[in-house]
Each structure stands twice: as C-alpha cells, then as structure tokens.
C-alpha cells in the first residue's frame, strides 16, 4: 500500500524523517519496502501568468500565447482556448519531462517556434481527460515550481501490509502504529456531518435479505450535487496513493477508502427504480454490468446490491454501470457496509475481478467504523458538491459487535518475550494501540478487543503486540539453557537405516514416491472386492484424479517408477521403497504400516566378459531379504508357494514367519504389465516391514577366530514333493544343538530312481565346537538325531548312496 507522508502527518505530526519512520515501522512487522521522493516531475513545470493571446497567422485552430514565467517571457504556441489573458497557467520548460513520459524540446508548430508547454489536468497526471489548460488559482507567483505553488512535493511510502493486519490498509490506520511507536498524539478524524436536507426515512428504503452475508448496511443521501472536479489538494493526496482523480463525488469515496479504509459506494438516486436499495443474492443467470464494463453473470450465492428490480453492483466487490455517477448525477446514495469476507473471496475469485474494495471486505472490514467512513464521506461529500446531506442515516445490523476480553497473564508475557515488565507496562503498550485494558491484582491485565483488529484472539496475540512496542531489539540476549542428554536410536529409526544400507550396498536404487494414487490402479492390480488392500482412505479435496486416495500398498507406485525409467532407455533396474501406506479400518484410524517393496526387471551382469549374462528373477528378492534378515538378526521366514492377484500363475509365494504372512513376492501378471504400460518382465517382493522387526532387532554379535576345525556332513533325504524344502531347513537350524552351526540346502532332484511324487533334498551340516577337535562318534551321533527327528517330523527316508553309512552320514 502507497502512503503519502504529508497525509500521515496530519494525524501523527512526528518530527521525524520518512526513512527514519519507515525503519520503526519495518522493526515492528509493517515493512515499508520503498521510500519515494514525489512531486520532482514537477520541479520544471513552473506557474507562468498570460500576458498576451494572438491567434495563429497560418492556422485559426491555434493560439500564440506570450507567457510571463518570472524575469523572461516565453513564446508558446497553445491550441486550447480556455484561456484568458492574466490567466495563471502551468507551464512545462524546455528540457522537462512530464508525469506522462513526454519530453519537451523547442519546436516549430505550423512555422513558429514554441518555447514550452501549456499543461492540461490530464497532462500533469491530474486526470484521465481535461477540456483545457488547468487554471491556477489567481494569486499563483510567476516563475515559481509548481511543486512549490501547489504543495506537490511529498514522500510516498510503499508498505507490505501483512494478510492478517487489514487495520493498516489506510493512512488512519498506519497513523496509529506510527503513535504507538513514538509516543506521539494522535488525532482523530474529524465525523461530524451537517445534516441539512430533508429525511432520509421519507426518500429512501434499505432491505437486508441476506443477514448472514451483510451483516450490517448504513446508507446516506447527499441532494443537490454538482459534478466537477475535486479540489487540487485532494487530487495530490489520490496520485501520491497511485489513485487517478475522477470526479468530486468518486474522489471522496476513494479518499475515504485510502483514509479510513472502509469501501464506499456511490449511486446515482435518480438511477434506482423505486429509490430503494435491497441486499440479495442473485437470482439464478441474473447478470451485471460492472462498472468495467464486462457484463457478468452471476452465481446464486453471489450476494449484489439491488433496487427494487436488478443489480446495481456486485458487494462488496464492484459497483454497477447502470447506477454509476455521472456528470447529470444530482442526487447520490452513499453506501458502506460490513460483507462476510468468506463470500467476498469467494465472489471475487469466480469472477476473476480483484478490486481494492474486495482486497479489504476479504480481510475483513471495521464493523464498527462503517458509520465513522460513511458520515466523514458525506460530510467531505457535501462540502465538494456543494450538496445537501439528508438528515439521520439507514443503519442496519443484524447483530452488534460485542468486544471480546482477553485476559493476559504477566508472567507469561515475561516467559515468552524473555523481558521482565510490569502490569502497568504491559497495560500502557496496549492503550498505545488503543487496546482498552483493566488491571487485576497486579498479575494479569484483561484486553479489549476494538472492532478494527479482529486479528487477536488469544492471549499470545496479546503479547506479540507487547513485543513489538517494547520493542525486539530491546530484548535482552541470552544463551537458551539446554539439558544434553544422550538418547539412544530408535530400533526401529536404526533397522530402517540399515535396511537402506545393505539394498544400496547390494545395487539397488532407492526411490521416494508420493502417498496417492489413483483408486483405478487397485482395478489393474486384479484385486478382488473383498480384498484388505481395497481400505482406501479418500481425500476430501484431491489435487488431481491421479491423487484421490492414500496408497495402500506400494506396489502401483514402484510399477510406474519402472515404466517411467524403461520407457527412458534403462532396460536394467534394481529399485526399492520403504514407506508407509494407509489402509482403512471399519470405525477406526487408519492403519500406517512400514512396508518394503522391492522390484527387479532386465538382466544382471551386462556385457562384462567375466560374468554371464542373467536375468533377475525370484530369488534375487528373497536373497535380498535374506540378506536383511540376518543382517538385523531377525528370525527367518519362510517362502510359500500361493497365488497372488497381481502375479503370474505358478510363479508367486507367500512370505511367512512362523504362522504369521508378511508379505509376498512373485513375477507380475502379463496382464497387468500391459496395464501399468510395462513391456518386459517385473518381479516384485512387497514385505510388511514392522510386522518383520516386531520381535526386535539382535545387534551384530562379534566371536574370535574359531581355534579347531569344522566337520562338514553332507545329508540326503527324500521327501514328497509338497514338502517345503524351506520348513525342513528351518528346522534343522533350530535343532537343539550347540554344536550345529550351519545348514546350507545345496540339491534337490526330482526324477529316476526318486519315485514319483517325491522329491531328494541334500544338506550340508557343519559343526564345531569352540574348546576342542570333535571326533567322529560325537557328530555322528548328532547326525543320527537330526535324521532321525526329519524321519519322525517329515517322513523323510535317507537317500541310498554308493558309499553311504547306516549312521546317515554321506561323505566329508
């Protein structure tokens, strides 16, 4: 927001420099980004006084004019003819530029030099258009600066006023910071209208109909206006602000809004069908035409300014073109109301139409301070006009406002400014911002809360604006007391960090995917009606169609990280993810589980002459997880033959450990390749990563150097084929033997002479012991065990070997 320094003045008359008010300003959160010098334009456009007017020898459409600017005369040849000899006129000199960018330079107009300018109101900037030369006031002083004649020179300040502070968008309002920040009175402006016209009741009527949108409408009429343009002084004001001058009667609602900051409005009375204003919604298709000139069509939530039949005006937004002032206007009904500033938002952005009265209704406007606008209004009105103010005014309020009371405790005050103040500091800072205060027990200070700031609301509102008058650089500095305590690492923070170690150490790239997805996706997974993975959580307010519901597993998101790269050129990919998905529950919140997914495509090896070519496949995966089960020192689980969804026949399994499923891993379904637009083969392990750490993490155990030899023995069983040859590996490594220390599955042969239906399994069995030599009776003795409990626990028969023992054992 522009602010004039001159205007501010006359509210808060500080000594002070602008620059120096624009750094208290700034260091009490009102920065002020720009301080400009205005009115230089004007230091070469000087008052010049006509002495002698002559019509032009080659053409009657011009004037030479010879003009007193001081000592000097100066030819100029002028093509208005509004001007009289004596006449006191603008005149811009050779050499200066005007507000509007043009340059003047001596020059031959129809064969006579000109040596200067004569300035219309529209060419100084005063106005859009002008129907001749400005006239100075009689008494102007030849040769003078304009700048100077006319009081032009002042200093605009550029200030970013927060979303939160609407009670800044105004000279009045700045002026009020500037008080509280130095101390200095400030003055009030002055409401007091002559009411000097006939009743208002018995001229015009007032209809709310729409109460919880327009809370509160005031109205006044001023009769017997003239249009013209507004005083001098009045338009500086408007051009230091950046508003364009327009009329008497338009000039003092834009004055009153950059003044007070309340938006007002003006109607042409004579315009209103019946005389009489009514606040509505608008009808269904019902248009308007602004005052821009667009014709609109308006929603029914749209809340606009009628007479008895159409819109006259958007609220709160833009007045309407069938009701503007024009020069015939002689009578005007002023308008200023307080619009819910929810609406005003939202009519404002559907109709694309971004005003300066919408920009403060959507901040929210002063509830009280309506009537202060909308009495200095018609007041400034009158006495440009020359009209007559009706007498009272139409005040309608569905509700008052009812200041509210914040009580505001010393000692938190104190804690969280880190100062030590009084009572009655803390309660003189807030009568500086005009915050009436009542003192009890010298403890805590109750806050009244006026109409203009509606941004505070809780105790610690409170105290910023007891900060920022005290000042922040007045707050003592001090080190922040800090108790260091060593906290140990999550388990769960401590697994996660190594599981990405040891996937990045084994190839893998590691990829971070948002937490949507498209509810279709579950539909190209294949997943049936009822399955868990179905749960969707949905969001209310989706950014797209793609996002429009938290992820209940990873397995779309790595999918389309594969596409996304094959269709790139990278034919051989290793990725994985570990994140949380989300997944409803029947009355509850929804479930958060870790999950880690892993998916492989293409080949390992390349085109390295050491290392055959291979593609990735199942126990690519399993061995990664493998990997991370011993690595954490996790329980191991055990891999099932079953059918997934999402995978292709005969080619998925179930990851279990103990009775309980923790995920799976398989190769994706044809035809879902096709629908997630991958066009070569996916193998993918989803695992649920908390159910898989739930039993704890066993930190890395370090043993020295074994001092004896191991004995390896290697066993051959045969089994039926729907034996796991994963539960008969399980079980050996949990035989209760501490002599045991490896068991390693290294064949298995189906086929003659292993009967039909069955299936030989060999293992390799390693023991040790840590304080001598085993001989052979004691690991024969242990193998006869362990053969012994797969028999009675499986069924299994010993394999018949050329060489084999009756004992079990098949070789070293």
């Known amino acids: 927001m522009r602010v004039s320094f001159e205007w501010l003045r006359e509210f808060v008359p500080v000594e002070m420099t602008p620059e120096a008010v624009a750094d208290r300003l700034t260091m009490a959160g009102l920065e002020v980004e720009e301080v400009e010098e205005w009115g230089t334009s004007f230091e070469r456009i000087v008052v010049g006084r006509i002495a002698e007017i002559a019509v032009h020898p080659s053409t009657g459409r011009l004037l030479v004019c010879r003009v007193e600017v001081g000592p000097e005369i100066l030819t100029i040849v002028c093509g208005a003819h509004n001007i009289a000899v004596g006449d006191a006129v603008p005149v ?30 529209a060419e100084l900037g005063f106005s859009d258009t002008s129907a001749g030369i400005l006239l100075l006031p009689s008494a102007s002083t030849p040769g003078t600066s304009l700048a100077s004649q006319l009081g032009l020179r002042d200093v605009a300040l550029e200030v970013n006023v927060t979303p939160n502070r609407p009670d800044c968008l105004n000279i009045f309002g700045i002026a009020r910071e500037i008080a509280a920040l130095t101390g200095v009175p400030l003055r009030a402006p002055d409401t007091s209208v002559a009411e000097t016209g006939e009743a208002i009741a018995a001229l015009t009527a007032v209809t709310v109909e729409a109460p919880d949108l327009c809370p509160r409408y005031a109205a006044r009429l001023i009769a017997n206006v003239h249009i013209g343009p507004s005083p001098l002084w009045m338009q500086r004001r408007l051009l230091v602000c950046g508003s364009r001058p327009r009329n008497n009667v338009v000039d003092a609602t834009n004055y009153l809004l950059l003044e007070l900051g309340h938006p007002l409005h003006a109607f042409d009375y004579e315009t209103l069908h019946e005389r009489r204003i009514v606040v509505r919604v608008a009808r269904p298709a019902e248009r308007c035409v602004t005052l821009d000139g667009i014709a609109r069509t308006l929603d029914p939530d749209v809340l606009v300014i009628a007479d008895a039949d159409r819109p006259v005006g958007i609220a709160g937004v833009m007045g309407g ?54 009495d200095r209004c018609a007041a400034l009105m009158a006495q440009l006009t020359g009209g007559a103010v009706a007498k009272e005014r139409i005040d309608i309020a569905a509700n008052r406002y009812v200041a509210p009371r914040i009580p505001v405790r010393v000692g938190r005050v104190n804690t969280v400014l880190g100062v030590d103040l009084t009572c009655e500091a803390i309660g003189r800072y807030c009568s500086q911002l005009q915050l009436p205060t009542a003192v009890h027990s010298g403890t805590e200070v109750e806050v009244e809360v006026p109409s203009f700031r509606r941004d505070l609301a809780r105790e610690i509102d409170i105290i910023e604006e007891v900060g920022r008058l005290h000042s922040y650089q007045a707050i003592p500095t001090a080190l922040p007391y800090v108790r260091l305590e060593a906290v ?89 993810e570990l994140s949380r998905v989300f997944r409803r529950q ?220 009756d004992d079990g054992s098949a070789g070293n």
């Open 488 to 576: 140990p690492r999550s388990p769960q923070r401590q697994a996660t960090r190594q599981v990405l170690e040891y996937l990045l150490g084994c190839g893998y790239t590691q990829v971070i995917n948002y937490s949507f997805m498209p509810e279709e996706d579950l539909d190209r997974l294949q997943l049936p009606a009822d399955d868990p993975l179905r749960g969707v959580v949905p969001l209310r307010n989706p950014l797209s169609k793609e996002a429009g519901v938290l992820r209940t597993t990873l397995i779309p998101s790595l999918l389309r990280t594969m596409a996304l790269n094959l269709n790139r050129d990278l034919r051989d990919l290793m990725i994985f």
């Open 321 to 374: 073109q069938n009701s503007e002032i024009r020069d015939s206007s002689t009578m005007v009904m002023l308008e200023s109301a307080y619009f819910q500033p929810q609406n005003i938002r939202r009519t404002s952005k559907r109709l694309a139409l971004r005003t300066e009265a919408s920009y403060r209704f959507e901040r929210g406007a002063d509830f009280d301070g309506l009537i202060g606008s909308l």
């Open 586 to 805: 029947n009355g509850l919140q929804p479930q958060e589980p870790q999950v880690l997914g892993l998916a492989v495509t293409g080949a390992s090896g390349g085109q390295h002459w050491g290392q055959p070519v291979r593609p990735y496949d199942f126990y690519d995966l399993v061995g990664a997880l493998e990997l991370i089960t011993s690595r954490l020192g996790l329980q191991p689980f055990l891999v099932t033959a079953v059918p997934v969804p999402y995978c292709h026949p005969g080619k998925s399994a179930l990851i279990t450990r103990g009775d309980e499923p923790i995920g799976v891993v398989g190769e994706i379904h044809p035809t879902v390749l096709e629908a997630f637009d991958l066009g070569q083969a996916v193998t993918l392990a989803e695992i649920d990563f908390d159910r898989l750490i739930d039993q704890g993490v066993s930190p890395p155990q370090y043993r020295s150097i074994p001092r004896f030899p191991s004995v390896t023995r290697d066993v051959s069983i045969i089994v039926d084929a729907g034996v796991q040859a994963g539960q008969i590996l399980m079980f050996i490594q949990n035989f209760h033997s501490e002599l045991l220390r490896e068991v390693r599955l290294f064949d298995v042969y189906a086929g003659k002479p292993v009967p039909i239906g069955r299936k030989s399994l060999t293992f390799a069995l390693t023991y040790r012991a840590d304080d001598r030599t085993l001989t052979d009776e004691e690991v024969n003795r242990i193998q006869t065990q362990v053969v012994e409990q797969l028999r009675q626990r499986f069924g299994a028969q010993l394999r018949g070997q050329e060489g084999g023992n």
């Open 92 to 121: 811009a000199l050779v050499g200066s530029v005007l507000p509007t960018g043009q340059r003047i330079a001596a020059e031959q107009v129809a064969g006579m030099m000109s040596e200067g300018m004569l300035c219309s109101a």
